[in-house]
T-cell receptor, first 113, second 112 residues
Framework: KQEVTQIPAALSVPEGENLVLNCSFT??????LQWFRQDPGKGLTSLLL?????REQTSGRLNASLDKSSGRSTLYIAASQPGDSATYLC????????????FGRGTSLIVHP | SQTIHQWPATLVQPVGSPLSLECTVE??????LYWYRQAAGRGLQLLFY??????ISSEVPQNLSASRPQDRQFILSSKKLLLSDSGFYLC???????????FGQGTRLTVV
């Protein structure tokens, strides 16, 4: 059974800092890994999708890396802003069977001015 | 691009009343569809998923059921709500191996 763990559970930083959020998974046989953002009371917004054959993806100030062999992904946020405050979740889809995303519990990020 | 419509956004229902939450998808055909529940302070719990019309798989035994009457429509139901059914319900869509999963905006259900 796939298990996904996100560390830290919560993070509070001053504006301008560079951040690293961590995601680990127990089964390396995955199709892809996806990072999401969730604002309070809202649905999940997709940030980045990394295919199993890829090492990283970038979008603006966000960079996500994937090391499938070690079961790890990191989300790097450069020059953090108060608008980045949200919960960040990662999800993996395991190979074989139905495409069921397995989620971590997320990292709650607060960026204060 | 894919869009997921989920309604209502909020719902307050008495214990014992029925429930129907609807989710429709635009911009893709034959997607996998999912219902998740997110309780306060907890992660996303997969409730049901569907790989096609009329095909429903349940992940957790509970007071809820799901149906997929059309390719891009997914419905979550209950005949009699319990207090423990309160939570944030999210519909999600996944169109295939090399695509992103997309989520609706969620329904906040409070059972009183």
């Amino acid at each position: 059974k796939q298990e996904v763990t996100q560390i830290p559970a919560a993070l509070s930083v001053p504006e301008g800092e560079n951040l690293v959020l961590n995601c680990s998974f127990t089964d390396s046989a995955i199709y892809n890994l996806q990072w999401f953002r969730q604002d309070p009371g809202k649905g999940l917004t997709s940030l980045l999708l990394i295919q199993s054959s890829q090492r990283e993806q970038t979008s603006g100030r966000l960079n996500a890396s994937l090391d499938k062999s070690s079961g790890r992904s990191t989300l790097y946020i450069a020059a953090s802003q108060p608008g980045d405050s949200a919960t960040y979740l990662c999800a993996v889809i395991r190979t074989g069977g139905s495409y069921i995303p397995t989620f971590g519990r997320g990292t709650s990020l607060i960026v204060h001015p | 691009s894919q869009t997921i419509h989920q309604w209502p956004a909020t719902l307050v229902q008495p214990v014992g009343s029925p429930l129907s939450l609807e989710c429709t998808v635009e911009g893709t055909s034959n997607p996998n569809l999912y219902w998740y529940r997110q309780a306060a302070g907890r992660g996303l719990q997969l409730l049901f998923y569907s790989v096609g019309i009329g095909q429903i798989s349940s992940e957790v035994p509970q007071n809820l059921s799901a149906s997929r009457p059309q390719d891009r429509q997914f419905i979550l139901s209950s005949k009699k709500l319990l207090l423990s059914d309160s939570g944030f319900y999210l519909c999600a869509c996944y169109a295939g191996r090399n695509t992103e999963a997309f989520f609706g905006q969620g329904t906040r259900l409070t059972v009183v």
